[in-house]
């Protein structure tokens, strides 16, 4: 097993401290909170920098967090989605980075599946074509409380966007959350369909109520409702071989001593997913 942090995991310090506890922890992968991104290359820091950093602590970056909303549809929110994509490309590009996250949210909702599909799947043809220059690849990720928060919607739409540099992630929480995908799909797909894993827990609540996943997702590999082994063994059935990334979203966690709480996801994935 490949182990990842997810930097939102440890989301409380700064980019290089996330890095040094990820060298410190267990991990050999990284995935970039885009926020944490930006303030670093705010304080006059470079990709090239970046790059230097990951090295140094032995670290590849596996998926930069993400570009949000790809769901909007207004001309001036398009432009900035655009501005967007160049960008994270670019340093993707630079830092040895193969994939930046795609996040659809709830911009779309009420409207009929295939008015989301055609608007969503235009947003994402074009932002996979500006990654394609760079050979960069995206990782569609479903969110729970979304109208796109199945495997079966978000496979839809992929295909209706027909870029080969488009892939999933099986995030655990957002598919069981969402109340509408089994393990059993998620084993009948080939591993080129998946770009990441996100190993985590959670719990859930009814849809149409308001979401709270700082909270909702705030608990240990173990400690939620999500039958962890079933998904993990599901992941392997299709023969994934790369990173698993562990996510942690917890606001009560944040608090906590960040080595200690990536420490312990660590631990958790070596319970979980070696075999």
């Known amino acids: 097993m490949k182990k990842a942090l997810h930097t939102k995991t440890v989301y409380g310090g700064n980019l290089a401290t996330a890095l040094s506890i990820a060298e410190n922890t267990g991990f050999t992968g990284v995935e970039i909170v885009a926020e944490r991104l930006y303030s670093y290359l705010r304080q006059g820091n470079t990709a090239a920098d970046l790059k230097k950093l990951l090295a140094g602590h032995g670290l590849t970056a596996i998926c930069i967090n993400d570009i949000c909303h790809v769901d909007r549809e207004d001309e001036a929110s398009r432009d900035k989605m655009a501005e967007e994509a160049w960008l994270l490309s670019s340093i993707a590009k630079d830092i040895g980075c193969k994939a930046i996250q795609l996040v659809p949210l709830c911009s779309l909702e009420g409207r009929s599946w295939p008015d989301i599909k055609r608007i969503t799947a235009d947003n994402v043809r074009m932002i996979a074509d500006i990654g394609g220059k760079f050979g960069v690849g995206f990782q ?13 919607k978000s496979l839809d739409m992929i295909n209706a966007v027909d870029r080969d540099n488009l892939r999933m992630v099986i995030d655990f929480w957002h598919l069981w959350a969402g109340g509408e ?65 562990c996510e942690l979203i917890s606001a009560r966690h944040w608090e906590m001593d960040a080595t200690e709480v990536a420490k312990t996801m660590s631990g958790a994935m070596d319970e979980y997913i070696v075999d």
């Open 140 to 152: 569609l990720e479903p969110v729970a409380w979304s109208p796109i928060h199945s495997l079966s």
């Open 181 to 245: 995908t089994t393990p059993d799909e998620v084993s009948k797909l080939s591993k080129d369909q998946i770009f990441n894993i996100h190993f985590c827990d959670g719990k859930r609540q009814e849809r149409g109520t308001a979401w709270d996943e700082t909270i909702l997702r705030g608990y240990y590999p173990g400690k939620g409702d999500i039958p962890l082994k079933e998904w993990v063994d599901a992941v392997k059935a299709t023969g994934y071989d790369q990173y698993w990334s």
